[in-house]
């Protein structure tokens, strides 16, 4: 029991996390004497979130531990950390609301398949255009913790558009994938 406590442990640490980044990140943006700490709080923050998410899985793949809880779970605490960050991005005008929507209808309409699918019997694991879309994530979410800390020019604000559309492109993607296989898989179980 231990084991399975242990990486669903390190998935449940960032339904606190996330809302812990998003109250440091208020503070950085709204209290100037807290900027410098804040910022720093923030790349822990994301440090701790973002590893938490390697390593859940990579210790549930080696305790043997994987499970359909954890499947659900572990995606879940991942939109609920990626949809903190580019809210809080959104609120500092570093990342535009097209990008947010994008997100939010892709991840809204990911948790409605793993649902619909988990009816059936059937627990959605991550797909590799999934976990690509992740890694874009993660990113974009680092690039724009960098604009909060060291401004935007022209340059820095191109450079953003192109990688969160990039991103966005991903995230369609990963949609379209999980789409597909989720109208595979109702066809074969009609």
Same mark, same amino acid.
């Given at each position: ?13 960032? %339904?606190?996390? =996330?809302?812990? %980044?998003?109250?440091? %990140? ?81 991840? %809204? ?45 022209? =340059? ?35």
């Amino acid at each position: 029991m231990a084991r399975v406590g242990l990486a669903n442990m390190l998935t449940s640490s960032r %339904f606190v996390l =996330a809302p812990l %980044f998003a109250v440091v %990140f208020a503070l950085t943006t709204r209290v100037d004497e807290f900027r410098t700490t804040g910022i720093v709080l923030l790349w822990v923050l994301f440090a701790l979130i973002e590893l938490s998410d390697v390593f859940d899985g990579a210790i549930a793949r080696r305790q043997g531990t994987v499970s359909d809880v954890g499947k659900i779970l572990d995606p879940f605490a991942d939109v609920v950390a990626k949809v903190t960050y580019f809210t809080c991005l959104l609120t500092a005008e570093i990342v535009p609301l097209w990008f947010l929507l994008i997100v939010l209808y892709r991840e %809204f309409g990911i948790i409605l398949i793993r649902m619909m699918l988990y009816r059936e019997g059937i627990a959605l694991g991550a797909r590799v255009a999934g976990k690509l879309k992740t890694w874009f994530y993660g990113i974009s979410a680092a690039a724009g913790i960098l604009v909060l800390g060291v401004g935007i020019s022209p =340059a820095v604000a191109t450079g953003m558009t192109a990688l969160l559309a990039v991103t966005a492109a991903a995230s369609i993607g990963s949609f379209l994938q999980y789409l597909v296989l989720f109208l595979r898989r109702r066809k074969a179980l009609s």
